[in-house]
C-alpha cells in the first residue's frame, strides 16, 4: 500500500524558505517518480515540481530557480526546498506519485496516491 506524508509547512516571511519533506511507504522513492503540487481555494492544484527514477527533474515556471527538489534513497523521501518565497506561493502543499518512473503528466488527476498535505503560508 502507498502512503506518503508529509511534513515541514509553515508561517514564513516574503523572502524567506522552508524545506517540505515527502515520506514515502509502499514505493521506493529511488524508483518511482514523486511530483509536488500546491492547491490555493478556489483553484484546482497545480504541480510545481517533479523528480523521475533517473534523477531528472522538471519545475513549473513559477518557482524554477526558488525552488529545488532532492531526495535521500535512505530516507526513502523527497525533499522541496522553497527560498525567496512569495505570497503567492501560500497554498497547501501536497506530493503524489503515479507508481511509474518518468515525469510525463503535471496534472493532479494523473496521480492516485497522495499525501495530505502541509500548509504554507507566506505573509508579513
Known amino acids: 500500500q502507498v502512503q506518503l506524508v508529509e511534513s515541514g509547512g509553515g508561517l514564513v516571511q516574503p523572502g524567506g524558505s522552508l524545506r517540505l519533506s515527502c515520506v514515502a511507504s509502499?514505493?521506493?522513492?529511488?524508483?518511482?517518480?514523486i511530483h509536488w503540487f500546491r492547491q490555493v481555494p478556489g483553484k484546482e492544484r497545480e504541480g510545481i515540481s517533479c523528480?523521475?527514477?533517473?534523477?531528472?527533474?522538471w519545475y513549473a515556471d513559477s518557482v524554477k530557480g526558488r525552488f529545488t527538489i532532492s531526495r535521500d534513497n535512505g530516507k526513502n523521501t523527497v525533499y522541496l526546498r522553497m527560498k525567496n518565497l512569495k505570497p503567492e506561493d501560500t497554498g497547501v502543499y501536497y506530493c503524489?506519485?503515479?507508481?511509474?518512473?518518468?515525469?510525463?503528466?503535471?496534472?493532479?488527476?494523473?496521480?492516485?496516491?497522495w499525501g495530505q498535505g502541509t500548509q504554507v503560508t507566506v505573509s508579513s
Open positions: 503524489a506519485t503515479d507508481g511509474g518512473a518518468f515525469c510525463l503528466q503535471h496534472e493532479a488527476s494523473s496521480y492516485p496516491y
Open positions: 509502499g514505493i521506493a522513492v529511488g524508483e518511482t517518480k
Open positions: 523528480m523521475e527514477s533517473l534523477n531528472d527533474k
